[in-house]
T-cell receptor, first 116, second 115 residues
């Protein structure tokens, strides 16, 4: 079975540029999560969707960040304009069956983002 | 209040020895699940083991077992016969029935296995 697929795996860009990270969740999963991981702040939840609807975006750092989930099989996280402090590993994860507590989150391999 | 607390930023264990990684949780929900993930230096997050709040027996998966003490709200991960490949970051997480699909992660414990 295909896992969570993220692209690109690595992104290096200059400050001020727009960055778009992509995620394809596991087929049949109805919840999708975006996380950011840094040495300083650890693993932070940015936003999560249930059935393509954003449920909690309180972790989104500021207006430069936006996330969309136009359909059940695709989500994007966009940073515009990017800043060096956005450098981190960004993970996408998905899970299924709201209310079924035994379902783990499945993570993609992450996007390592470097803003110069 | 923190939903998941991991108080050990770093741990060391001798190869072939057992090690316990601590995790305490905070919830008022009667139905919840507890998870452990491993993150090796390569970066991926690997699901290891699950324990349900109503499970009477401790979960086991190979060399991994979960020491679940419900009254103390602790869900410690025990790794037996440590191997060099066990060196990684380990995260404890919780999912509550009442909060749907929300997951809560701890800050992680870095485990180093010494040859």
């Amino acid at each position: 079975d295909a896992g969570v697929i993220q692209s690109p795996r690595h992104e290096v860009t200059e400050m001020g540029q727009e960055v778009t990270l992509r995620c394809k969740p596991i087929s049949g999963h109805n919840s999708l999560f975006w996380y950011r991981q840094t040495m300083m702040r650890g693993l932070e939840l940015l936003i999560y969707f249930n059935n393509n609807v954003p449920i909690d975006d309180s972790g989104m750092p500021e207006d430069r960040f936006s996330a969309k989930m136009p359909n059940a099989s695709f989500s994007t996280l966009k940073i515009q304009p990017s800043e060096p402090r956005d450098s981190a590993v960004y993970f996408c994860a998905s899970t299924s069956k709201q209310g079924f507590i035994d379902q783990p989150q499945h993570f993609g391999d992450g996007t390592r983002l470097s803003i110069l | 209040a923190q939903k998941i607390t991991q108080t050990q930023p770093g741990m060391f264990v001798q190869e072939k020895e057992a090690v316990t990684l601590d995790c305490t949780y905070d919830t008022s929900d009667q139905s919840y699940g507890l998870f452990w993930y491993k993150q090796p230096s390569s970066g991926e997050m690997i699901f290891l083991i699950y324990q349900g709040s109503y499970d009477e027996q401790n979960a086991t998966e190979g060399r991994y077992s979960l020491n679940f003490q419900k009254a103390r709200k602790s869900a410690n991960l025990v790794i037996s016969a440590s191997q060099l490949g066990d060196s990684a970051m380990y995260f404890c997480a919780m999912r509550e029935r009442n909060t749907g699909n929300q997951f809560y992660f701890g800050t992680g414990t870095s485990l180093t296995v010494i040859p």
